[in-house]
């Protein structure tokens, strides 16, 4: 996926690869400006106001220093930026939907937006720790019915059931 929305649009592609990287949520992701994305960083989550502290691989630093460099980004500007805005507002939750949505309909998938993007952290984080509290946590959720109903969706999605 995150290959695909590159192809469209490398905003789209590094978006995806961030949100699948730290389980952000989308309204988080796109309030972030240049100057928060570091190797290391924390972020107060918008809806619980968790502090979460993430470390990014070299890759996807790589990819944002050069997305920063070729759109010519400065450290106050939105990374996910809307271009009618002229950086000062990032692109919509809906848009993102959207363009999310045609790749995954190029794929043949259903039922993929930006919430999927947390539905994989959680799957990963739960392949590498196989403990579902360690999961839980990291998500933030209350209780341990919605981190396995986020790890049942992708499950069943990637299945076909």
Not at 25 to 34: H, K, P, T
Not at 82 to 101: A, C, D, F, L, Y
Not at 117 to 126: N, P
């Amino acid at each position: 996926m995150g290959r695909l929305l590159g192809e469209r649009h490398v905003r789209y592609g590094l978006l995806w690869r961030l949100g699948v990287e730290t389980g952000l949520r989308i309204s988080d992701l796109l309030g972030l400006r240049v100057a928060d994305i570091q190797r290391e960083f924390r972020l107060r989550e918008q809806k619980n106001s968790h502090e979460k502290c993430m470390e990014l691989s070299e890759g996807i630093i790589w990819e944002f220093e050069s997305y920063v460099e070729k759109n010519g980004l400065q450290l106050s500007d939105y990374v996910f930026y809307s271009h009618e805005s002229k950086k000062g507002k990032p692109v919509t939750r809906q848009w993102v939907n959207m363009q999310i949505g045609r790749v995954a309909k190029i794929r043949g998938l259903e039922s993929i937006g930006t919430h999927s993007m947390r539905k994989i952290y959680a799957c990963k984080l739960f392949g590498a720790t196989r403990c579902l509290k360690s999961v839980q946590r990291a998500m933030g959720h209350k209780y341990a019915s919605t981190t396995l109903a986020y790890l049942q969706d992708l499950l069943y999605q990637a299945i076909g059931s």
